[in-house]
């Protein structure tokens, strides 16, 4: 059993910045990878960036250069950057971690979502 809890959401001026940090902790066998998702009223839970163990990392276009993802292997942990923060960034934002609780069982935990507000 994997627990994944995220923190740092919060209300921003656009063109402001926020930092979001999950961290995974529990039962861990390894961590394949790490995520950003977010979901706004009416919209579908779209990926925001990802980042591998190895620190490979993918990011949805509209965040492209104004956003960044690292990671803490030690610590469990992931960031989310968000700088010139846009009105339609608004959402709530989901942890994920694609993680092994065991040598054989792998599965995706989700966090229990941390709110970002953008107003213009």
């Given at each position: 059993q994997v627990q994944v809890v995220e923190s740092g959401g919060g209300l921003v001026q656009a063109g402001g910045s926020l930092r979001l940090s999950c961290a995974a902790s529990g039962t861990i066998f390894s961590i394949n990878a790490m995520g950003w998702?977010?979901?706004?009223?009416g919209k579908q839970r779209e990926l925001v960036a990802a980042i591998t163990h190895s620190?490979?990392?993918?990011?949805a276009d509209s965040v492209k250069g104004r956003f960044t993802i690292a990671g803490d292997n030690a610590k469990n942990t992931v960031y989310l950057q968000m700088n010139s923060l846009k009105p339609e960034d608004t959402g709530v934002y989901y942890c994920n971690a694609d993680a092994y609780s065991s040598?054989?069982?792998?599965?995706?935990y989700w966090g229990?979502?941390?709110q970002v507000t953008v107003s213009s």
């Open positions: 998702y977010r979901q706004a009223p620190g490979s990392t993918n990011y040598r054989w069982l792998r599965r995706n229990q979502g941390t």
